[in-house]
């Protein structure tokens, strides 16, 4: 089946420096090789402004206005419309007209929408195929953050949970094929939407050559200082991630430090909140904050941990860790969608006590650490390479053939 592809993500899916980004980059690239690919997208940062180029080159057409619109602003407007505020938020009247365009203009079979919020773009009207790549269960992740938080954030969070599953549900019976990152998002979500059909699967890969503890020279300041050096990577003003670290640091890092006292915690990655810099005053924790490369932490790093209470689907900060042939010492949670044995490729933790132990053991074996990295990476490379996930693509648009897709390249 010839035809074109509507590529519609939530943020530009260039550079891949964050999770969602990771997925919707290599998503995006397995499309551009079946079809001629028009992505529509919203821009955050003056680094995503700087790939426009990168967009260009890739896609046929393409439009990425800046979204800039404040979060009060977006809750105002979803309590007026009576919508859910992740609606409002990357609501853009640019895009939309891009997108009515372009579906009048270019023959588009298949439009693919990464991120429920997107789908608010899909026309009541559109008769072609429509594959929805949720990625997590929105909603879920929401009903979580209420069941935790207190007066007014309760409300709100509640609100927000309600409404998107309402918009979830909908959205799903409307599509051809309904995506999440794992089985376990997937079960969910058949639970969550009986009324869907064609629920499933699409997990996360890693790119195993990009991250080759081979190649990737360890950060001079770990590597020669006295350890065990323990390593968090994440988007750090993302609420699951900040919980992880205040978890780790508080309740965690002092019972390690009562056995191993040279013990030092990194807390690696952007945005950091004034919640996680006021970390660094805890004994052995330091926030390094934005870093150009993750990957010399992760090469320094004596273990890597993931104690997440709220995770939805699977944790690249993990798979990239594993790759780079590091021990994950992690919570159920955050090694959903993993294939591997506990114990054998990483250690499943059910709470504080035992990663006390597990930590404090493994710096003390180190032949066992070092033999649970290696096998960690030898799955990554066996299993779970972006190539082997992004395979069943193909099918899933109903595009099973190149394309030329330099035609009537041009920009909105």
Known sequence: MAGEILFLAHRTPFP??????????NVLKALAELAP???????????????EQTLAELATSYCMPRRAKPLPVAGVEALAKGAPISLSAF?????????????ASRPITTIYVFSGQMGQYVPQGWSGRLVVDFVDVDS??????????????????????????????????RADRSLLVSEEEAALMRERCPVAANIGALRNGIDCAAFDPANIRPHPELASAEGPHFVFSGQMDYAPNIEAVERFARQIMPAILLQQPKAQFHIVGRAPTPAVRKLAS?????VWGEVPDMRPF????????????????VQNKVLEAMAMAKPVLASPEALVG?????????LRCENDAEFVAMACTLANEKVRAERIGRAARQLMLDRMSWPAMMAPLADIVGLTRNVDRSASRDAA
């Open 140 to 173: 879920a992740k929401f009903e979580a953050y209420a069941a935790k938080s207190g007066w007014p954030m309760r409300w709100v969070h509640s609100r927000e949970g309600r409404l998107l599953r309402q918009f979830e549900t909908q959205l799903a019976a």
């Open 91 to 103: 609501a853009n009247k640019a895009l939309h007209r891009w997108v009515r365009d372009t579906l």
């Open 298 to 313: 992760l090469a320094a790093a004596s273990m890597v941990v993931a104690p997440l209470t709220i995770a939805r689907g």
């Open 37 to 51: 690919l028009h992505v529509g997208c919203l821009a955050e940062t003056d680094a995503d402004m700087a790939e």
């Open 282 to 286: 805890e004994p052995g924790v330091t």
């Open 16 to 25: 891949p420096d964050r999770g969602d980004k990771i997925r919707s980059h």
């Open 338 to 346: 993993i294939d591997g044995e506990n114990g054998e490729h990483f």
